[in-house]
């Protein structure tokens, strides 16, 4: 059984040029991030979703005065051409953690591979001393202590945490097993920005205090057959932001929760590369229903 894998379209900073209005309608996919955001067309005969926002002769203009914000990048706004994403300007990537970081080491890995098209600009953590941590300084991967934290002096408050992202110019935020809820300040900062991984099909087995073996042992006693790893979107809540992807792996009758949580982890690593490639990418849309939507890299016409 597999699950659905929901990815993330942004075009930060983007021109696109006047196109000459088409003899039969197109359709515009808008996405709100932290940085200036721009559009991407798209032929509606060759994609499946019918809810993607019609352009209007008003929308129309608002593309063409789009041209004068940037000159130093040009996207095509023609029906099937997709930019390489190697002229893209690389992301900057901010990485939460708690404890050991094997999502965030897979992530880097990939990106020292060329499989990401991004960077890791910093890591933030709330435990200076955990395995995370030790790897980023140990890659030269500069860490921020946040929450603020009276016995650690040099820990951010929420609002100069934003302030410190945006030094280092972050396009977007990966929490990896980062165990504290996001404040609403950083909501507010990055929105339809942030991502979080947890170990189980959302929304089952999910919300406060539902985090690392609990998760598993729970969903053992449930006598569920499938679990799995969820990426989703970031609201002030835990674990109540929209899905935007997920694996499947089958719960058998014998397993203890060591043996799930290994099999599930294995899963994390392999989504959370993808997932933070398709990011960097701009191959995420949103549904006017508020529903993020993965745009296929073999075939940019398809959506899952």
Same mark, same amino acid.
């Not at 798209?42 to 352009?55: A, D, E, M, Q």
């Not at 406060?208 to 006693?221: L, N, R």
């Not at 790893?229 to 089958?250: C, K, M, N, S, W």
């Given at each position: ?13 983007? $021109? ?6 088409? @003899? ?18 798209? &032929? ?9 926002? #019609? ?8 593309? &063409?005065?789009?041209? %004068?914000? &940037? ?18 300007? +690389? ?25 990401? *098209? ?8 709330? @435990?200076?001393? %955990? ?11 500069? !860490? ?8 650690? #002096? ?20 990966? =929490? ?18 942030? =991502?979080? $991984? *947890? ?14 073996? @609990?998760? *598993?042992?729970? !969903? ?23 899905? =935007? ?8 009758? &014998?397993?203890?929760?060591?043996? =799930?949580? /290994? +099999? ?8 959370? !590369?993808?997932? /933070?490639?398709?990011? %960097?990418?701009?191959? $995420? !849309? ?19």
């Amino acid at each position: 059984m597999e699950a659905q894998i929901f990815l993330f379209q942004v075009y930060s900073n983007s $021109i696109i040029t006047p196109i000459q209005k088409p @003899k039969k309608p197109y359709f515009i996919s808008l996405l709100s991030s932290s940085s200036p955001s721009s559009s991407q067309i798209v &032929n509606p005969n060759r994609v499946s979703f019918k809810t993607l926002y #019609p352009i209007s002769s008003q929308s129309e203009s608002s593309i &063409n005065r789009l041209r %004068c914000r &940037n000159r130093s990048r040009e996207v095509k706004a023609v029906s099937g051409d997709i930019e390489d994403p190697r002229t893209r300007v +690389r992301k900057n990537l901010a990485v939460f953690v708690s404890g050991g970081g094997s999502n965030f080491r897979s992530i880097h890995e990939a990106i020292l591979r060329g499989s990401v *098209h991004g960077e890791i600009a910093v890591l933030v953590t709330n @435990k200076p001393g %955990c395995g995370g941590a030790e790897y980023a300084r140990d890659n030269n991967i500069p !860490v921020i202590l946040f929450p603020k934290m009276k016995e650690k #002096p040099d820990s951010l408050s929420a609002n100069d945490l934003v302030t410190a992202l945006r030094r280092y110019k972050v396009d977007f935020i990966l =929490l990896a097993g980062y165990l504290k809820l996001i404040p609403i300040e950083l909501v507010q900062a990055y929105p339809r920005s942030i =991502l979080n $991984i *947890h170990p189980s099909l959302l929304p089952a087995f999910g919300g406060k205090g539902f985090y690392g073996m @609990k998760v *598993h042992q729970t !969903v053992i006693a449930s006598g569920a057959r499938y679990s799995g790893p969820t990426i989703h979107f970031v609201d002030e809540h835990y674990d109540t932001g929209r899905i =935007l992807a997920q694996r499947v792996v089958p719960v058998l009758a &014998n397993d203890t929760a060591d043996e =799930l949580a /290994a +099999r599930v982890l294995q899963k994390e690593h392999q989504l959370y !590369v993808e997932v /933070a490639a398709a990011l %960097c990418e701009e191959r $995420i !849309v949103w549904r006017e229903d508020g529903v993020p939507l993965i745009r296929n890299k073999e075939n940019p016409n398809d959506y899952s």
